[in-house]
């Protein structure tokens, strides 16, 4: 696997990180006895530049407000979207140009999916690319740029969100239309 014309195949993560890729498991992997403020700073520990540390805190802070009002609480005792927002904002610390996010709405009652893909969406408008794993498709496909569908292990179809939104295979297949 490549990225940005490096192999990065048989990096550790840690180098990884610093290339410029976040990840965003669907696990969360989250710190419980750990403050939310404190979770962000573990996402930062690769990031020597303190102002950039700064900047990327107030940019989690401004697409999760909540996570600010909250930031001394006990990430073991938020609900399962603030903690999903947690981990958003964890993998945005070291602002990294591509961000892969693993089924982001799991387990999520359908206003914090909206709130969740809604601070992506805001994201990706800032540059950030994002590769989204999620087998929610139809909040999905209405965010997304370009979207792939896949069906036992290969790319099915392939097309902007609108138009697979539109396609009768998708409807059939995922939507129950």
Not at 45 to 53: F, L, M
Not at 111 to 140: C, H, M, W, Y
Not at 165 to 175: G, K, P
């Amino acid at each position: 696997m490549t990225f940005k014309g490096q192999d990065i195949t048989k990096l550790p993560p840690h180098l990884i990180s610093q290339l410029g890729i976040g990840y965003v498991s669907e696990s969360l992997n989250l710190f419980p006895a750990m403050s939310i403020y404190e979770n962000l700073l573990v996402g930062a520990h690769t990031v020597k530049d303190k102002a950039k540390v700064k900047s990327q805190m107030d940019l989690v802070f401004e697409l999760f407000p909540r996570l600010l009002e909250r930031r001394d609480q006990l990430a073991g005792t938020m609900s399962g979207g603030e903690r999903k927002m947690l981990a958003i904002g964890r993998g945005m610390m070291p602002a990294p140009t591509l961000m892969l996010v693993d089924e982001p709405s799991l387990g999520l009652a359908p206003i914090p999916t909206l709130a969740t893909f809604d601070a992506l969406k805001q994201l990706s408008a800032r540059g950030t690319t994002i590769l989204l794993v999620e087998q929610n498709v139809n909040t999905t496909l209405r965010i997304v740029d370009r979207a792939y569908v896949l069906e036992q292990g290969a790319v099915a179809l392939e097309g902007t969100g609108e138009q697979l939104l539109h396609d009768s295979h998708v409807q059939e297949a995922y939507l129950g239309v």
